[in-house]
């Protein structure tokens, strides 16, 4: 079946502005990640969602981040008055959310976002 | 928080030469994972190893889970050019609640010369 799918792939923008970024999970799957990566660093965790709710958003930077999941598909990313520093690709995941142990995450090709 | 390191954070081999990474978190972690990302590419999902002291072979890879399980390694026998790219560990830290939070290492980027 389909991966998890990201749009857009790019998303370039400018300092202040507000971005969604859009993450389509596999079918089936009811946790989903997402993750921040910086050049020549590993993922860095922002939240994961397990069905709609946030099961643990102690990675979102600042109050300026935020995501939904709002029907327990689909999640969108959200941030506020960027920055340049928020300029990395921005991975998604997701598993089939087992409970009580770590479950394979897939991850999808990311957006990367550029601030200027 | 907890850390994850990785060591080295480059390695270039001849193919052929073996390869092996370490990895280092500052927690007891519950599991530890491996992914390979390839250069422009997303991390892909590669092993769990979850017993103290777990060794597990994947063809030419082999991975291991320290005793304590604070440390783990990559070895990879006889490199491929289809080796190429960046290694990283990550685990979710022991004791709590939070499967699916993992923490990444920096990763190891391997070059391999024909």
């Known amino acids: 079946g389909a991966g998890v799918s990201q749009t857009p792939s790019n998303k370039v923008t400018e300092k202040g502005k507000y971005v969604e970024l859009r993450c389509d999970p596999i079918?089936?799957?009811?946790?989903l990640y997402w993750y921040r990566q910086s050049l020549g660093q590993g993922p860095e965790f922002l939240i994961y969602f397990q069905g709609t709710g946030a099961a643990d958003d102690s990675g979102l930077p600042n109050d300026r981040f935020f995501a939904v999941r709002p029907e327990g598909s689909v999640s969108t990313l959200k941030i506020q008055r960027t920055e340049r520093g928020d300029s990395a690709v921005y991975l998604c995941?997701?598993?089939?959310?087992?409970?009580?142990?770590?479950?394979?995450?897939?991850f999808g090709p990311g957006t990367r976002l550029t601030v200027l | 928080g907890q850390q994850v390191m990785q060591i080295p954070q480059y390695q270039h081999v001849q193919e052929g030469e073996d390869f092996t990474t370490y990895c280092n978190s500052s927690?007891?972690?519950?599991?530890i994972q491996w992914y390979k990302q390839r250069p422009g590419g997303h991390p892909v999902f590669l092993i769990q190893l979850v017993k103290s002291g777990e060794v597990k072979k994947q063809k030419r890879l082999t991975f291991q889970f320290g005793e304590a399980k604070k440390n783990s390694s990559l070895h990879i026998t006889a490199t491929q050019t289809t080796d190429v790219g960046t290694y990283f560990c990550a685990g979710p830290e022991a004791g709590g609640t939070s499967y699916g939070k993992l923490t990444f290492g920096q990763g190891t980027i391997l070059t391999v010369h024909p």
């Open positions: 995941a997701s598993s089939l959310g087992l409970s009580g142990s770590t479950d394979t995450q897939y």
């Open positions: 079918s089936g799957h009811t946790a």
């Open positions: 927690t007891t972690l519950s599991n």
